[in-house]
């Protein structure tokens, strides 16, 4: 009986927090829209930095997860970072669950930098509606009837696969106010997914070449 009370407290709480979204959904359109534009400005101002991100090992790999998800506009070196770090990142206790780790380290950062993606939306779905460009428009309404169908399979899919196309998913997301909570959790387990594979690519690809010709790697 406790359980169920806290289970509809808490679901009581979210859904409190999700009206207040929607209350101040024009500001949180204009935050992610200036979240956005200052990670792509950070992007181009420091990108041999965020290149070295890799030295900070699981915290550079949350970093690099981090500007990647946040915006597609800017050439972040997520993918290769990650990879590399799968290459060479490994627990003393398992080696092998290094690409685990990163993996997870990565996927967290890139669903935090995803929110302000869904932030945008969020705000300007609207405009997308009713933008003049007909090509865009176009885009728009296909993704929405894909989220309207298969919003959560949809959403999975293009975060657990490496491609180009998830701004737009996550923008219409955000667009059509789709659940946060679920926003949230089917990026941490995609993404999550998405990282692993690259990092595992890295430690068994690369590495294991490196290996083969009596590397410490």
């Known amino acids: 009986m406790k359980t169920i009370t806290e289970n509809n407290?808490?679901?009581g709480k979210w859904a409190k927090f999700e009206k207040i979204l929607k209350r101040w959904e024009y500001w949180l359109g204009i935050v992610g829209l200036l979240l956005t534009g200052g990670v792509v400005a950070a992007v181009f101002l420091y990108f041999d930095d965020i290149q070295?991100?890799?030295g900070y090992g699981y915290l550079g790999a949350f970093l690099i997860g981090l500007?990647?998800?946040a915006t597609y506009i800017a050439p972040v070196p997520m993918l290769p970072v990650?990879?590399?770090l799968g290459t060479v990142l490994k627990p003393d206790f398992a080696p092998y669950l290094g690409p685990l780790f990163v993996g997870i380290a990565a996927g967290a950062g890139e669903t935090?930098?995803?929110l302000t993606i869904y932030m945008t939306g969020y705000?300007?779905?609207a405009a997308l509606a009713h933008t003049k460009h007909t090509k865009v428009r176009a885009i728009y309404s296909r993704i929405l009837r894909w989220m309207k169908r298969r919003g959560a399979l949809v959403l999975f899919i293009f975060s657990a696969v490496v491609n180009p196309f998830f701004y737009p998913i996550a923008i219409t997301a955000g667009a059509t106010h789709y659940s946060l909570k679920k926003y949230i959790l089917i990026c941490i387990v995609g993404k999550t997914i998405k990282g692993i594979t690259?990092?595992?690519a890295g430690y068994w690809g690369l590495g294991g070449i490196l290996r083969a010709f009596?590397?410490?790697i």
Request: no cysteine; charged share 5%; proline share 4%.
């Open 9 to 11: 407290s808490k679901s």
């Open 52 to 54: 070295a991100l890799g």
């Open 67 to 69: 500007f990647g998800g």
């Open 82 to 84: 990650i990879f590399l």
């Open 112 to 114: 935090v930098g995803a």
């Open 123 to 125: 705000g300007g779905g």
């Open 198 to 200: 690259v990092a595992a």
């Open 214 to 216: 009596g590397l410490p």
